[in-house]
């Protein structure tokens, strides 16, 4: 999201897997991506002029709220909420109902909180 923002305008493919820091030789992996990102509400198909056919892709509202520069980001608090520290207990919960642990924080990783 990002990289298109900083561009200023909507970005065409080919910018975009250029741009990305990614493995080139994955670049056909990239619409099958957008697309999917396009139906979820993050980024939106946009004109890049009015004589051309071809499209780019832009920043929608909800994708605003997930840019590093915003001071309304919610970024910081989804890469906090989504931590690895965060998200093992999760995955503890069965093993903390049959143990003595107080929580499944404690469980996961061996201590409190």
Known sequence: M???HKHGKPMILAEL????????AKAQSVP???RILIHLG??????????EEETGY??????????KDEP???APFLLAMLHPVLTE????LSAWFENENSTPFD?????ML
């Open 2 to 4: 990002d990289i298109i």
């Open 17 to 24: 897997v250029e741009a990305l820091p990614m493995n080139k």
């Open 32 to 34: 099958h991506l957008m």
């Open 42 to 51: 993050f980024f939106m198909k946009a004109k890049i002029s009015k004589g």
């Open 58 to 67: 832009w920043i929608t509202p909800t994708s605003r709220l997930l840019l």
């Open 72 to 74: 309304l980001s919610v």
């Open 89 to 92: 207990p999760w995955h503890h």
């Open 107 to 111: 469980t996961a990783h061996g201590r």
